[in-house]
């Protein structure tokens, strides 16, 4: 309620912030006043006392010379006061240049009773303007860039205004002449050229020029300067002194730095003979005349003197290219040196503007190409010290040059055709007046250009120049020895021919090989001879062929090859050229069956291979009745009849050595096509001596004591009574001996019906000696005779063993295996505990090799067969008894081979049963054990809780080794673990089956799984019962075959199911109650869910509501305050097994002691059906409390003229209690 007190202003603004730039920018300067218990009165903002009344309540607390009092307030007037409303007033500052402060200055705001409704005045909070650091800033025309040319600093009258904010200016520096001289001192060039701003514009500057504008500004006026002179712009930077400025302390460095621009210098152009046309030729004879003419400057009176002015003069007449005898290096610029170097002497100062270079002769003086010379005066050769170049250049053409040959190519002894063939010949090609290319040697341009002129006239030449070796000529050739000779080396050229005569070339340099660029042609050209004598060169494989590489056609390849001569072209084509190149080929010894009278006389055109004009290839056929007993020498001669000269000439000789002498095995026998034992009994096989390196003797059939010798020759090495030695041996004779040729002897075997062997015969042949022309060779023919004995005994298999065995008749044992031998008998001791017992059984043999199968139970098995299980029957019979393996088990059928080793067999022969045992596998089965097939295991609260375990047995196969690791075999098994009833909302296909994986499944043995079960909380399948629908997949199992069990586990409802309550209603209390805080309930089930109506406007949710009751006898408690109101909206069906019911605030709650509530869970809310309690939750009672409300206690009805029209109300609210 109001007292009708003074009233009070808030400041508000950019003003409350600003600093003292701000002020003088007039940027972020508004202040605003808001008044509370008072107003403003109607005139204030427009023109009159009351605004002027209210400027003038805003002043400095400070004493500033250039601050608010003296600056600002003196030009603040109504145009700058806003009255925005009663209460609040708008002021905004304008742009006060002048405006400085050397501290932050302090406003005080006091509002006068004379602008106010009430009777007082009001004071406001104080205003801060902060102090900045001062800045200085160049106007004027000079850095306005109106007046700063070169020009206009030598005419005078520009001006610079030097601006300090922040600070003010001395008054001294217009009055005081050190200060004045410090302030234009502190104007200062970047450069410092002799007529430029430090030297002419500064010292020329005095008091005078200063000007005090106004205690922020101060102006230079620029006298006239006639002497300024700058060669490049000029860059003025101003730094104040210190004592220029109030705070006296700063030196402040100005912006932004004054740009002069200086004015255009000097030019110069060149004159004279040296630019008229000069040649090569004119610099070497001298004489030529350079005029260097200014304009704009004057040259420097000593120009021309031997100073170093002169020679910067000279060295600044550059060429634009640099070659090794040009102008850069032979007469002028930085680099010349020598006897023609142009100094002093050359240099002639004419007048002020003109000087003459005078060129002096030089001989050393040479151009690859023109060549211009630019011409740059130095700034220390004139008067104003600048450099100028000139726009234009003096050009020297370049003369043309020549060339002269040399080298060996040039002289006879090195230019013969041989010469050429060879390579190696070269040819130096010298310049004069010209260099070479400098890449002429590498691959490109230059070097293409050179060898595409490097050419032979007589195109007619077949073999010549152009043809043969041109073409093999690149930069691996070629030598640029330096600038002036290149040497080119000519590589081998075996192809080139010029029979008869002789070949002179016609060389020209061409222009892209030279840095002349124009192509010179050499005074005298090589001249090629023709070779006297033609050449034959021999090889191929021929040249180390044996004996017996002719024989086998092997290594027989003869090439001749021809060196200053070719072939005809009807070499190689039936013909007299041909016969007569073959008939050049000749031995130079006796051999009967040598190269004269078994190989030449095969030999063909047939054989012969014309390559090209200088090749021809001879390919030697086989010839196996090629005999030499020594090397043979073949002589080689080319006939005048088969090339093109005419002329016959020789080549090299070649050697075929002779090889030892070697004996074959052939015929029948040998080739294995009638060698069977009743081959020989039949008779008519035949066996074929064949002799390589050597011939047969006549005598083998005329002289009995060697043939018989022959004949003994073949020897069996084993001597089985009636095997070879003792049989074949004795039967040959004469008869059975036929001499084919010079190198082979049959012999055909007559009838033998004695022939008998027990094995395989092996029969070896060594030849007598005298049997062979050399005589004193024994040799052992290959390949050994393999004579195959007939067939050895049979086995036959019977018994029950043989009559469709399965896995299970195996396993039980009993089964009986007769082995009966037909053409063998048993050995005696058959069945007794030895060696030959262990080796038929292990000759016992599965096909297939698995863990629990025959190999592994019977053959190697502890419990497996032995000697206990073999009989002896008779010679013919052995009885094999199967012991009992309940071990055993197949994943598959596999069968058994039986082979009878040597070792129980009279005749010590393996023999194999023609047929294998075959062993069908059993059916397998599984059954189920455990926990979860067990009543007290398998109860929904155990499949929730987790830890209930399955055992898994099969019979009559195997579990994968890797069922119980990360595998297919384990995501297969779990897959098979489902439920018969695929629609429980939350049963085991939905709940348990995504929760199983590898870890929960345990490989016990091969035969026995253990799957535990994990955690399942939200497992629920209310009423009733669940059976699962167990089938064992094929990839779980070693057989592959899916199993199913014949009993299923059965999982029974939990009775009864469990739920909880949890949240912020079981802590609440009855204040908490009230306002609708710490309200919430939520109920979670366990072996049951909710129905899916619950939640909406629903018997369902009716239902569980009236579950919730007050065990108590409470008024105002929760049956009677809550229950009533509590509806669909207040609960939420979080998920199948969760509910939340949320209690509004409600303020008629109220409870003089704890209240317990009682839940149940009523079956129309489950799908169960079933009732079941949840625990009890307590409401705290809470200390009363009473609170005062109403328009008087909200402040809406609470004035004193309120309570005095009356009308106002006040309610008293109880909490925790109710009223009586």
């Given at each position: 309620?109001?007292?009708?007190?003074?009233?009070?202003?808030v400041?508000?603004?950019?003003?409350?912030?600003?600093?003292?730039?701000?002020?003088?920018?007039?940027?972020?300067?508004?202040?605003?006043?808001?008044?509370?218990?008072?107003?403003?009165?109607?005139?204030?903002?427009?023109?009159?006392?009351?605004?002027?009344?209210?400027?003038?309540?805003?002043?400095?607390?400070?004493?500033?010379?250039?601050?608010?009092?003296?600056?600002?307030?003196?030009?603040?007037?109504?145009a700058?006061?806003?009255?925005?409303?009663?209460?609040?007033?708008?002021?905004?500052?304008?742009?006060?240049?002048?405006?400085?402060?050397?501290?932050?200055?302090?406003?005080?705001?006091?509002?006068?009773?004379?602008?106010?409704?009430?009777?007082?005045?009001?004071?406001?909070?104080?205003?801060?303007?902060?102090?900045?650091?001062?800045?200085?800033?160049?106007?004027?025309?000079?850095?306005?860039?109106?007046?700063?040319?070169?020009?206009?600093?030598?005419s005078?009258?520009?001006?610079?205004?030097?601006?300090?904010?922040?600070?003010?200016?001395?008054?001294?520096?217009?009055?005081d002449?050190?200060?004045?001289?410090?302030?234009?001192?502190?104007?200062?060039?970047?450069?410092?050229?002799?007529?430029?701003?430090?030297?002419?514009?500064?010292?020329?500057?005095?008091?005078?020029?200063?000007?005090?504008?106004?205690?922020?500004?101060?102006?230079?006026?620029?006298?006239?300067?006639?002497?300024?002179?700058?060669?490049?712009?000029?860059?003025?930077?101003?730094?104040?002194?210190?004592?220029?400025?109030?705070?006296?302390?700063?030196?402040?460095?100005?912006?932004?730095?004054?740009?002069?621009?200086?004015?255009?210098?000097?030019?110069?152009?060149?004159?004279?003979?040296l630019t008229?046309?000069?040649?090569?030729?004119?610099?070497?004879?001298?004489?030529?005349v350079?005029?260097?003419?200014?304009?704009?400057?004057?040259?420097?009176?000593?120009?021309?003197?031997?100073?170093?002015?002169?020679?910067?003069?000279?060295?600044?007449?550059?060429?634009?290219?640099?070659?090794?005898?040009?102008?850069?290096?032979?007469?002028?610029?930085?680099?010349?040196?020598?006897?023609?170097?142009?100094?002093?002497?050359?240099?002639?100062?004419?007048?002020?503007?003109?000087?003459?270079?005078?060129?002096?002769?030089?001989?050393?003086?040479?151009?690859?190409?023109?060549?211009?010379?630019?011409?740059?005066?130095?700034?220390?050769?004139?008067?104003?010290g600048?450099?100028?170049?000139?726009?234009?250049?003096?050009t020297?053409?370049?003369?043309?040059?020549?060339?002269?040959?040399?080298?060996?190519?040039?002289?006879?002894?090195?230019?013969?055709?041989?010469?050429?063939?060879?390579?190696?010949?070269?040819?130096?090609?010298i310049?004069?007046?010209?260099?070479?290319?400098s890449?002429?040697?590498?691959?490109?341009?230059?070097?293409?250009?050179?060898?595409?002129?490097?050419?032979?006239?007589?195109?007619?030449?077949?073999?010549?120049?152009?043809?043969?070796?041109?073409?093999?000529?690149?930069?691996?050739?070629?030598?640029?020895?330096?600038?002036?000779?290149?040497?080119?080396?000519?590589?081998?050229?075996?192809?080139?021919?010029?029979?008869?005569?002789?070949?002179?070339?016609?060389?020209?340099?061409?222009?892209?090989?030279?840095?002349?660029?124009?192509?010179?042609?050499?005074?005298v050209?090589?001249?090629?001879?023709?070779?006297?004598?033609?050449?034959?060169?021999?090889?191929?494989?021929?040249?180390?062929?044996t004996?017996?590489?002719?024989?086998?056609g092997?290594?027989?390849?003869?090439?001749?090859?021809?060196?200053?001569?070719?072939?005809?072209?009807?070499?190689?084509?039936?013909?007299?050229?041909?016969?007569?190149?073959?008939?050049?080929?000749?031995?130079?010894?006796?051999?009967?069956?040598?190269?004269?009278?078994?190989?030449?006389?095969?030999?063909?055109?047939?054989?012969?291979?014309?390559?090209?004009?200088?090749?021809?290839?001879?390919?030697?056929?086989?010839?196996?009745?090629?005999?030499?007993?020594?090397?043979?020498?073949?002589?080689?001669?080319?006939?005048?009849?088969?090339?093109?000269?005419?002329?016959?000439?020789?080549?090299?000789?070649?050697?075929?050595?002779?090889?030892?002498?070697?004996?074959?095995?052939?015929?029948?026998?040998?080739?294995?096509?009638?060698n069977?034992?009743?081959?020989?009994?039949?008779?008519?096989?035949?066996?074929?001596?064949?002799l390589?390196?050597?011939?047969?003797?006549?005598?083998?059939?005329?002289?009995?004591?060697?043939?018989?010798?022959?004949?003994?020759?073949?020897?069996?090495?084993?001597?089985?009574?009636?095997?070879?030695?003792?049989?074949?041996?004795?039967?040959?004779?004469?008869?059975?001996?036929?001499?084919?040729?010079?190198?082979?002897?049959?012999?055909?075997?007559?009838?033998?019906?004695?022939?008998?062997?027990p094995?395989?015969?092996?029969?070896?042949?060594?030849?007598?000696?005298?049997?062979?022309?050399?005589?004193?060779?024994?040799?052992?023919?290959?390949?050994?005779?393999?004579?195959?004995?007939?067939?050895?005994?049979?086995?036959?298999?019977?018994?029950?063993?043989?009559?469709?065995?399965?896995e299970?008749?195996?396993?039980?044992?009993?089964?009986?295996?007769?082995?009966?031998?037909?053409?063998?008998?048993?050995?005696?001791?058959?069945?007794d505990?030895?060696?030959?017992?262990?080796?038929?059984?292990?000759?016992?043999?599965?096909?297939?090799?698995?863990?629990?199968?025959?190999?592994?139970i019977?053959?190697?098995?502890?419990?497996?067969?032995?000697?206990?299980?073999?009989?002896r029957?008779?010679?013919?019979?052995?009885?094999?008894?199967?012991?009992?393996?309940?071990?055993?088990?197949?994943?598959?059928?596999?069968?058994?081979?039986?082979?009878?080793?040597?070792?129980?067999?009279?005749?010590?022969?393996?023999?194999?049963?023609?047929?294998?045992?075959?062993?069908?596998?059993?059916?397998?089965?599984?059954?189920?054990?455990?926990?979860?097939?067990?009543?007290?295991?398998?109860?929904?609260?155990?499949?929730?809780?987790?830890?209930?375990?399955?055992?898994?047995?099969?019979?009559?196969?195997?579990?994968?080794?890797?069922?119980?690791?990360?595998?297919?075999?384990?995501?297969?098994?779990?897959?098979?673990?489902?439920?018969?009833?695929?629609?429980?909302?939350?049963?085991?296909?939905?709940?348990?089956?995504?929760?199983?994986?590898?870890?929960?499944?345990?490989?016990?043995?091969?035969r026995?799984?253990?799957?535990?079960?994990?955690?399942?909380?939200?497992?629920?399948?209310?009423?009733?019962?669940?059976?699962?629908?167990?089938?064992?997949?094929?990839?779980?199992?070693?057989?592959?075959?899916?199993?199913?069990?014949?009993?299923?586990?059965?999982?029974?409802?939990?009775?009864?199911?469990?739920?909880?309550?949890?949240?912020?209603?079981?802590?609440?209390?009855?204040?908490?109650?009230?306002?609708?805080?710490?309200?919430?309930?939520?109920?979670?089930?366990?072996?049951?869910?909710?129905?899916?109506?619950?939640?909406?406007?629903?018997?369902?949710?009716?239902?569980?509501?009236?579950?919730i009751?007050?065990?108590?006898?409470?008024?105002?408690g929760?049956?009677?305050?809550?229950?009533?109101?509590?509806?669909?909206?207040?609960?939420?069906?979080?998920?199948?097994?969760?509910?939340?019911?949320?209690?509004?605030a409600?303020?008629?709650?109220?409870?003089?002691?704890?209240?317990?509530?009682?839940?149940?869970?009523p079956?129309?809310?489950?799908?169960?059906?079933?009732?079941?309690?949840?625990?009890?939750?307590?409401?705290?009672?809470?200390?009363?409390?009473?609170?005062?409300?109403?328009?008087?206690?909200?402040?809406?009805?609470?004035?004193?003229?309120?309570?005095?029209?009356?009308?106002?109300?006040?309610?008293?609210?109880?909490?925790?209690?109710?009223?009586?």
């Amino acid at each position: 309620i109001g007292n009708g007190g003074a009233g009070s202003a808030v400041l508000a603004g950019s003003l409350l912030t600003a600093s003292e730039s701000s002020v003088i920018d007039g940027v972020g300067t508004v202040l605003t006043i808001t008044l509370s218990g008072d107003t403003f009165v109607d005139g204030l903002g427009s023109p009159g006392a009351s605004t002027d009344a209210l400027l003038a309540g805003i002043t400095s607390t400070g004493t500033h010379s250039h601050g608010w009092d003296n600056e600002v307030a003196p030009v603040l007037s109504a145009a700058d006061v806003v009255r925005v409303s009663d209460f609040v007033v708008r002021i905004t500052v304008p742009a006060i240049p002048g405006f400085a402060i050397t501290k932050d200055e302090v406003l005080s705001v006091v509002l006068p009773a004379s602008i106010l409704s009430g009777a007082s005045s009001v004071t406001a909070a104080n205003v801060t303007v902060s102090d900045i650091g001062p800045t200085i800033v160049l106007e004027g025309t000079v850095a306005a860039a109106t007046a700063n040319a070169e020009t206009d600093i030598i005419s005078g009258g520009s001006t610079i205004f030097a601006i300090i904010r922040g600070d003010v200016w001395n008054s001294t520096v217009a009055t005081d002449t050190d200060v004045a001289q410090a302030f234009i001192a502190g104007f200062l060039a970047a450069s410092s050229p002799p007529n430029g701003w430090n030297n002419v514009v500064v010292p020329n500057l005095n008091t005078s020029a200063l000007t005090l504008v106004n205690h922020t500004t101060i102006a230079i006026a620029l006298p006239e300067l006639p002497h300024y002179a700058t060669p490049a712009d000029e860059a003025v930077t101003f730094t104040n002194p210190s004592g220029t400025t109030t705070e006296g302390r700063l030196q402040i460095t100005a912006t932004p730095v004054l740009a002069i621009v200086n004015a255009a210098n000097a030019t110069v152009v060149i004159q004279g003979s040296l630019t008229q046309g000069a040649t090569e030729d004119d610099i070497i004879a001298g004489g030529r005349v350079l005029d260097i003419v200014l304009t704009g400057d004057t040259w420097i009176p000593s120009i021309g003197d031997d100073n170093q002015a002169t020679r910067d003069l000279l060295a600044g007449l550059v060429s634009t290219s640099n070659t090794t005898n040009g102008w850069n290096l032979v007469l002028a610029g930085p680099a010349a040196s020598g006897d023609y170097a142009l100094d002093h002497t050359n240099v002639e100062r004419i007048n002020n503007q003109l000087v003459r270079i005078t060129l002096p002769a030089a001989p050393t003086y040479g151009l690859p190409a023109s060549e211009d010379i630019a011409v740059t005066v130095p700034g220390s050769a004139l008067a104003e010290g600048v450099a100028v170049t000139a726009p234009t250049v003096a050009t020297i053409a370049n003369s043309p040059g020549s060339v002269t040959l040399a080298g060996s190519l040039m002289t006879p002894a090195a230019s013969g055709e041989l010469d050429i063939i060879e390579g190696g010949s070269y040819l130096e090609i010298i310049l004069e007046g010209d260099t070479w290319a400098s890449d002429v040697d590498q691959p490109g341009a230059s070097l293409a250009a050179l060898l595409s002129l490097l050419v032979s006239p007589n195109t007619t030449l077949e073999h010549g120049w152009n043809n043969d070796v041109l073409p093999l000529l690149n930069h691996t050739h070629v030598t640029r020895v330096s600038n002036l000779v290149v040497n080119i080396t000519l590589p081998p050229a075996p192809g080139y021919s010029i029979t008869p005569g002789t070949e002179t070339l016609n060389i020209t340099i061409a222009g892209a090989a030279v840095a002349g660029g124009l192509p010179l042609v050499p005074p005298v050209q090589p001249v090629l001879n023709n070779l006297l004598v033609s050449l034959a060169e021999l090889t191929g494989s021929l040249l180390v062929a044996t004996e017996n590489n002719v024989i086998d056609g092997t290594s027989s390849v003869l090439v001749i090859s021809l060196t200053g001569e070719t072939f005809l072209d009807s070499v190689g084509s039936p013909g007299a050229s041909t016969d007569a190149l073959l008939a050049g080929i000749t031995s130079t010894g006796d051999h009967s069956h040598g190269w004269n009278t078994e190989v030449a006389s095969v030999l063909t055109a047939a054989d012969v291979e014309r390559l090209n004009d200088y090749e021809v290839r001879i390919t030697v056929p086989p010839i196996p009745g090629f005999a030499i007993t020594k090397d043979e020498i073949l002589s080689v001669t080319l006939p005048s009849a088969a090339v093109t000269g005419g002329v016959s000439f020789p080549a090299a000789n070649i050697t075929i050595p002779d090889d030892a002498p070697t004996i074959s095995m052939q015929g029948t026998v040998a080739a294995g096509t009638a060698n069977e034992e009743t081959d020989i009994i039949s008779g008519g096989s035949t066996i074929v001596v064949v002799l390589r390196g050597d011939v047969w003797n006549t005598t083998l059939v005329s002289d009995p004591d060697v043939r018989d010798a022959f004949i003994a020759g073949f020897v069996s090495a084993a001597s089985p009574p009636n095997g070879w030695n003792n049989v074949v041996l004795e039967a040959l004779n004469g008869t059975a001996l036929t001499l084919v040729n010079h190198t082979a002897v049959a012999i055909t075997l007559p009838a033998l019906p004695h022939y008998a062997t027990p094995a395989d015969e092996a029969v070896t042949f060594t030849n007598p000696a005298g049997a062979t022309t050399e005589g004193g060779f024994q040799i052992v023919g290959s390949p050994i005779l393999a004579i195959v004995n007939a067939a050895n005994a049979t086995v036959a298999l019977q018994g029950s063993f043989t009559q469709t065995v399965s896995e299970n008749d195996v396993i039980s044992g009993g089964l009986v295996l007769d082995i009966i031998l037909t053409g063998d008998t048993w050995i005696p001791t058959i069945g007794d505990n030895n060696q030959a017992t262990i080796d038929l059984i292990n000759g016992l043999v599965a096909t297939t090799n698995t863990s629990n199968g025959w190999n592994q139970i019977l053959v190697a098995g502890p419990d497996g067969l032995d000697h206990t299980n073999v009989e002896r029957i008779n010679n013919q019979l052995v009885r094999i008894t199967l012991p009992a393996v309940p071990e055993y088990g197949l994943p598959a059928d596999e069968s058994i081979i039986v082979t009878v080793p040597g070792s129980a067999l009279s005749e010590g022969y393996d023999v194999t049963a023609p047929t294998p045992v075959p062993i069908a596998n059993s059916d397998a089965e599984v059954s189920l054990s455990g926990l979860l097939m067990t009543k007290p295991g398998s109860g929904e609260l155990d499949i929730i809780r987790g830890g209930s375990w399955l055992l898994l047995t099969v019979k009559g196969d195997t579990w994968a080794t890797d069922i119980a690791e990360d595998s297919a075999a384990a995501s297969a098994f779990l897959a098979g673990l489902t439920s018969r009833n695929s629609t429980i909302e939350h049963g085991w296909d939905r709940e348990i089956l995504p929760l199983l994986n590898f870890t929960h499944v345990d490989r016990v043995t091969n035969r026995i799984v253990n799957l535990t079960l994990p955690e399942s909380r939200f497992y629920a399948i209310g009423s009733g019962i669940e059976i699962l629908n167990t089938t064992i997949v094929g990839p779980a199992l070693a057989g592959g075959k899916a199993l199913k069990p014949l009993s299923q586990p059965v999982i029974n409802n939990l009775d009864p199911s469990i739920a909880e309550v949890f949240d912020s209603l079981l802590v609440a209390t009855e204040l908490d109650v009230i306002d609708g805080t710490s309200s919430v309930l939520t109920i979670s089930l366990t072996g049951e869910v909710f129905v899916d109506q619950m939640g909406t406007a629903s018997a369902a949710t009716t239902a569980l509501l009236n579950g919730i009751a007050s065990t108590g006898s409470h008024s105002h408690g929760w049956d009677t305050e809550i229950a009533p109101y509590l509806g669909d909206a207040d609960v939420e069906r979080v998920n199948d097994f969760e509910v939340r019911i949320t209690v509004p605030a409600t303020p008629g709650f109220a409870i003089t002691k704890d209240e317990l509530l009682a839940i149940t869970i009523p079956a129309a809310a489950v799908n169960g059906l079933l009732p079941f309690s949840a625990p009890n939750v307590t409401i705290t009672d809470s200390t009363p409390s009473i609170e005062l409300r109403g328009t008087v206690a909200g402040g809406s009805a609470n004035e004193e003229t309120d309570i005095i029209s009356g009308g106002s109300t006040i309610f008293a609210v109880i909490r925790g209690d109710v009223w009586n």
